[in-house]
């Protein structure tokens, strides 16, 4: 099973900041399996970014997903009122899939 | 568009079943896999495994295995996801999810709240 390692678990910022969030994994994995969630208070999980590095339909290009070896990174460049929540990593190429512990990305 | 509609809030008791449905329009039903995602109050999202919409096949979270069931219905374009022997642990919001390749989770539905209480 591939273990992912969120990193922090807790993320201060104002808005107009930039976020930079962490999921290592715990040992190799194809990076077109790698995807970001975004879950809002109350809400349900929203899919970012697939594949590591491309966004989904309709999300803005100030979120941004990359790699180094089993470490991978989202980095939000401009933090919005709206993108203060829960962002989960996933590993979705094989059973079972996986879920990263989450970052809380709060306001400051 | 794609809509995954669950259904209602549960409350039981502990040792019971619970069968929560998740009936998918807009899209092929036979095409995608579906997959259930639980999250406790409070904590992060817990992978519980996938039903195969054309085959039937399923795959189960280690932990699951042996107390969760996961069918589905091709004539309603339902799945159902079974789950026994609760207990207060199980208390959470089960999600139904469609893996679109190479998209990962691009649907979710809207979650069913089960409380397990005595």
């Known amino acids: 099973e591939i273990v992912l390692t969120q990193s922090p678990g807790t993320l201060s910022l104002s808005p107009g900041e930039r976020a930079t969030l962490s999921c290592r994994a715990s040992q190799s994995i194809d990076s077109s399996y790698l995807a970001w969630y975004q879950q809002r208070p109350g809400q349900t999980p929203r899919l970012l970014i697939y594949?590591?590095?491309s966004r989904a339909a309709g999300i803005p290009d100030r979120f941004s997903g990359s790699r180094s070896g089993t470490d991978f990174t989202l980095t939000i460049s401009r933090l919005e009122p709206e993108d203060f929540g829960v962002y989960y990593c996933?590993?979705?190429?094989?059973?079972?899939?996986?879920f990263g512990g989450g970052t809380k990305v709060e306001i400051k | 568009q794609v809509q995954l509609m669950q259904s209602g809030p549960e409350v039981k008791t502990p040792g019971a079943s619970v069968k929560v449905s998740c009936k998918a329009s807009g899209y092929t039903f036979t095409t995608y896999y579906l997959h259930w995602v639980r999250q406790a109050p409070g904590q992060g999202l817990e992978w519980m495994g996938v039903?195969?919409?054309?085959?039937?096949?399923?795959k189960y979270a280690q932990k699951f295995k042996g107390r969760v069931t996961m069918t589905r219905d091709t004539s309603t374009s339902t799945v159902y996801m079974d789950l026994g022997s609760l207990r207060s642990e199980d208390t959470a919001t089960y999600y139904c999810a469609r893996l679109a390749y190479p998209f990962g989770f691009d649907s979710w539905g809207p979650g069913t709240l089960v409380t397990v209480s005595s």
């Open positions: 039903v195969n919409p054309s085959g039937g096949d399923t």
């Open positions: 996933q590993h979705y190429g094989s059973s079972p899939l996986t």
């Open positions: 594949g590591s590095f």
